[in-house]
């Protein structure tokens, strides 16, 4: 590779110059995933690989390429994928072959990017750690004492530790932008049914959204171009014909007018965490000197968030993974007596001890007598959520929060105090609420630990009203055309190597 942390646009013109070959860049990222330690990957397409590197130098020979050929892509191991293993980090799907494609894997396929193989996860995408993976914990590059975050902590990780320069995630309630802020690189999830559902496993069905991550603003935006537009298999898929993002592979766009960015004070009312609030004091002035106006914003019921967060999304939960029964595919005990005992052992076995709490509490909150005091109240603030973020957007453009309300945390720290562990979504839940765009990008680190820990990085988080990604992302490319925390990459030799 031209470097050890390449972004697409410095690949994209090693590729275009000859400077370097798709085959032999795929050949040193796979070295470098084959050495790595950090548990990023659940599965890597070794063949297939390199097989779609050399079409993609074929490609380029051509002169046809586009703004993905070639480029290392990882998927998120949520995306159906054909051919290949589909686990969402679960035994129940540990031999499960997917018999087609998502529409994620199929457009980015389409447009030549090379899948380099899945991506490790939190089960079902449950999870702000990624340690309910049946296929172990993922570490931090920053630290490997500490989570990458999660439920996608292991696009993240791989984007952090330079093996891939993009990598898809999916958000439900903030997992795409926590990791990326516990991992010091930026994420975006997009409006919901901005990119297609289809082939994507459901967690939650009515906030689950496929996102991107990468190292620069402007490599999201390549990638997410590519990856969205209407579907007609997801019947949630937006239809964008007024919503069209404009390429960013080419010159990086600008604002194209001055924009007002409003400050919620119930968001930094939470911020309980001095040096935190002096990073985003930080980031305030950057946007500052580039004649940005910031305003107070009120969003009353953000408090309601979480406890709302976890009731819609546990009983969307208990209705999706129903589908699991050892009956057609997946897991499936040993010697069933009867259909019951099937079912009953079947998921025992496959599911771990966090996808069967959100499964019993979802369904508890389903049952007669608590639909509506659980389900059907919960649905009404969300709606209150929601309404409190339009008015906001009637006075400004966007919203600048924090993106956790502290940096990546130990592993293991959290694991015993499943409350403790939904408190680091109050940040990010209510965007998922609202089925806004969001993103997170780096802007600080920590000071140094005791014991000569590593400071470690945080993020800071950008919300804008439906399909208005392409302000989000320039607005996020103005930040980092005039900050450096998006090229601050681990020192991974410090860390005991790859």
Same mark, same amino acid.
């Given at each position: 590779?031209?470097?050890?942390f ?13 400077e ?36 993609a130098?074929?490609?380029?020979a ?21 051919g ?8 129940i ?13 199929e ?11 899945k991506?490790?996860? /939190? ?17 931090n590059?920053?630290?490997?004492a ?15 530790a ?13 997992s ?29 069905s009515?906030?689950?959204?496929a996102?991107?991550?990468a190292h ?12 969205s ?9 937006a239809?964008e ?13 600008a604002?194209?007018? @001055?924009?007002?960015?409003g ?26 000197q580039?004649?940005?106006?910031f ?19 546990g ?5 999706n ?38 499964i019993?509490t ?9 639909y509506d ?10 709606r209150?959520?929601?309404? /409190?973020?339009?008015?906001?957007f ?9 993106t ?31 089925g ?6 780096p802007?600080?680190?920590?000071e ?15 919300l804008? @009203? ?23 990459h681990p ?8």
């Open positions: 590779m031209t470097e050890d390449p972004t697409i646009s410095a690949l994209r013109a090693a590729l275009d110059s000859r370097l070959s798709a085959v032999e860049l795929m050949s040193q990222i796979l070295t470098r995933v084959e050495a790595n330690s950090l548990n990023c990957f659940i599965s890597v397409f070794n063949e297939q690989a390199m097989d779609q590197a050399r079409l130098d074929a490609t380029i051509s002169g046809q390429q586009t703004a993905l050929t070639g480029i290392p892509i990882a998927h998120k191991d949520i995306f159906l994928t054909q290949h293993r589909t686990s969402c980090g679960s035994k799907l540990d031999n499960f072959i997917a018999p087609y494609d998502a529409t994620v894997t457009k980015l396929a389409a447009a030549g990017s090379v899948c380099l193989g991506t490790n996860m /939190d089960e079902f995408a449950m999870g702000s750690s990624n340690e309910n993976s049946f296929y172990g914990a993922v570490k590059p920053w630290n490997k500490c989570v990458p975050g999660g439920s996608s902590g292991g696009s993240a990780a791989a984007i952090a330079g093996l891939v320069p993009a990598a898809t995630g999916t958000d439900t309630g903030g795409i932008r926590q990791p990326a802020a516990f991992c010091g690189v930026s994420g975006i999830k997009p409006t919901y049914g901005r990119v297609s559902r289809y082939g994507m496993v459901a967690f939650a009515s906030l689950d959204q996102g991107v991550f620069t603003a402007q490599d999201l935006g390549v990638v997410l171009n590519a990856m537009g209407h579907d007609p298999r997801d019947s949630t898929s239809r014909d007024t919503h069209g993002l404009s390429s960013f592979a080419e010159t990086p766009q604002l194209s007018r @001055p924009i007002r960015i400050l919620p004070k119930e968001y930094f009312s939470l911020l309980n965490n001095a040096a935190l609030e002096n990073i985003y004091q930080d980031v305030r002035r950057v946007f500052e580039q004649n940005i106006e305003v107070e914003v009120s969003l009353p019921h953000t408090s309601a968030a979480v406890p709302t967060y976890y009731v819609v999304a009983a969307e939960a208990s209705t993974l129903s589908r699991f029964d050892g009956v057609r595919y997946g897991h499936r005990c040993e010697n069933p007596q009867d259909l019951e005992d099937l079912y009953t052992r079947s998921r025992t076995e496959g599911f771990g001890a966090e996808v069967k709490r959100r019993l979802g369904t508890y909150t389903l049952s007669v007598g608590y005091a659980y389900y059907v109240k919960a649905q009404k603030v969300r209150l959520i929601a309404e /409190d973020f339009t008015r906001a009637n006075e400004v453009d966007l919203l600048l929060t924090p956790t309300p502290s940096a990546a945390f130990r592993l293991g720290e959290m694991s015993k105090d499943p409350v403790q562990m939904y408190q680091q979504d109050v940040f990010t839940v209510p965007a998922s609420l609202a806004l765009p969001a993103m997170s990008l802007c600080g680190f920590t140094p630990g005791n014991n000569s820990e590593p400071p470690m990085p945080l993020g800071c988080q950008l804008a @009203p439906h399909f208005s990604e392409q302000l989000l992302l320039e607005t996020a490319l103005l930040y980092q055309q005039n900050s450096d925390w998006h090229e601050q020192d991974l030799i410090a860390q005991g190597g790859e």
